[in-house]
């Protein structure tokens, strides 16, 4: 090592040689000060590492899951086609009306609003997306509220 750098060996050693131990990392692991607290072995690591002494901790079923809306859309029950709005259909406006929605546990439309869309669709879009009915998405077999996105296509035909 020159100036505390490391460096790249320049040849291939043809022998093997053994570490003397004062080279040698030490064999016991620990904080600094730790030394007298546990006799021979340490009891602190030794009830942590075999999950002995500690609090038994359950994690709680979250209140609310993301789900996709390919998923949402497997669980959709009934499903009410929008109303073109006819001052669009005049405009010839068309295209994808995105909603943000939450479905509840009982697959109940809840928390509707606009992510993105012609303005002039918007409104048809809600009000179709509001009386939509879900399946109940299941964690843990037992029925939670998804927030989900919607869309909603609104094409002119030929």
Known sequence: MMNNQLTAPTKIPHDIKIVAEREAPPSSFG???MEGLGGSSNAMTDSLFKGQ????VKAAPPTK?????????????????????PIAKAARVQGTVVLQATISKSGMIEGLHVISGPVM???????AVRSWRYRPYLLNNEPVEVETTVNVVFTLGG
């Open 31 to 33: 904080v600094t000060g």
């Open 53 to 56: 002494g500690g609090p038994k």
């Open 65 to 85: 899951v993301n789900i996709s809306a390919g998923v949402s859309s497997g669980l959709l029950l009934q499903k009410t086609m929008p109303i073109y709005p």
């Open 121 to 127: 669709l918007q409104s048809a879009a809600m009000d």
